[in-house]
């Protein structure tokens, strides 16, 4: 391992470590441990002159367990399987409903913004994990590099302003929440919401995976409607 | 020692899951990802009681408290961006920020609002049916 290497690894863990610290002593969504983290880690690599390609191999030693990390989310589903059986029908309400608007409200205002079809079918998908979203962006005629980013700072925006939004709505429910978070804002969100509490966690989760199958079967036939 | 051990076999345990997941989500082409059909994997083996919960539950803590870190270095690849930051970047943010922000509303509202009204359904229902054996 080059030195380069090593550095990023340790600075990523350092920085990520002070972030959490600073996530529970000011709790804002400026302090959302994964914007934080990384807004920092990029300031400095600039500031030290270190580029992207130059990180990418302490990337992929770092993301290594991202695999099983997100199958390790099974655990507090399982604690939860009792309320979860008990919400099927607010599940399932709340999801299809959410999903329907978060894509439709993405194509209208990309519209709105006079972007082009791509930036459209790019950003349709925003709200779904990285592997899917890549997949079915390429079914309706989208970049998947640039699906990949907007899945990124969706689930950014989605862990640093989302539970800020639902306790401004009064959606106090933590069964709700985590659905809201896991729905929209897919894994970065589900870690935002396992910091708020187990339920919401196991919640947001599940909700990621069926947002997932949910949009991969309805995007091919109301993108078209839509754009 | 043994307590170490005992955390990388069950995050050996829980990477082997995964495997399990990409592979027969690429042999049988369904519209998951391996990761989330991993996750159904393990959900439904702890539901049976093939897997005993304490097998896994150190390792699978582990990981649930430091999911964000996983996310961290692949969103610092944001840096190669700045291009598309200059050209529509504030359009772009809306885009996203308005479009998430609809999104979670959505759900989170109509879920509690669902839920509250099956609870208040389930009490009047249970009301009912005390009145009725009185």
Known sequence: MNSVTLFSIVLTMIVYFIARLLAVRFPSPLTTPVFLSTAAIILILVLGGI???????????????????????????????????????????????GTFATVVSAVWLVKAFHLSETMA?????????????????????????????????????GAMFGPWLLTVMKVTDPFSRGLSIGTTAHGIGTAQAVAEGRLQGAVSGAAMGFAAILTSFIMPWLFPLLY | MKEGCLFLAQLLFLWLIYQLGLIIADFLHLP???????????????????????????????????????????????MTYSHLLKESGLALAV????????????????????????????????VGEQRHSL
Request: charge should be positive.
């Open chain 1, 51 to 97: 580029s992207y390609e130059e990180y990418t191999p302490a990337k992929e030693v770092m993301t290594y367990l991202l695999g099983p990390a997100t199958v390790a989310l099974a655990v507090p589903l399982y604690h939860n399987r009792h309320v979860l059986l008990k919400k099927v029908v607010p599940a399932f309400a709340g999801l299809t409903a």
């Open chain 1, 121 to 157: 079918a790019s950003a349709a998908v925003k709200s779904v994990t990285t592997p899917v979203a890549i997949e079915v962006a390429l079914i309706i005629g989208g970049d998947p590099a640039l699906s990949a980013i907007f899945v990124m700072v969706a689930g950014m925006f």
């Open chain 2, 32 to 78: 998951i990802p391996g990761n989330v059909l991993g996750m159904l994997i393990l959900f439904i083996l702890l539901s049976t009681k093939i897997i005993k919960i304490q097998w896994i539950e150190t390792g699978a803590s582990f990981l649930n408290k430091h999911l964000a870190f996983f996310f961290v270095p692949i969103a610092v690849g944001l």
């Open chain 2, 95 to 126: 885009v996203l920020f308005g479009s998430s922000m609809i999104g979670m509303a959505v759900t989170g509202g109509l879920a509690q609002f669902v839920s509250a009204k099956s609870l208040k359904k389930e009490e009047e229902g249970s």
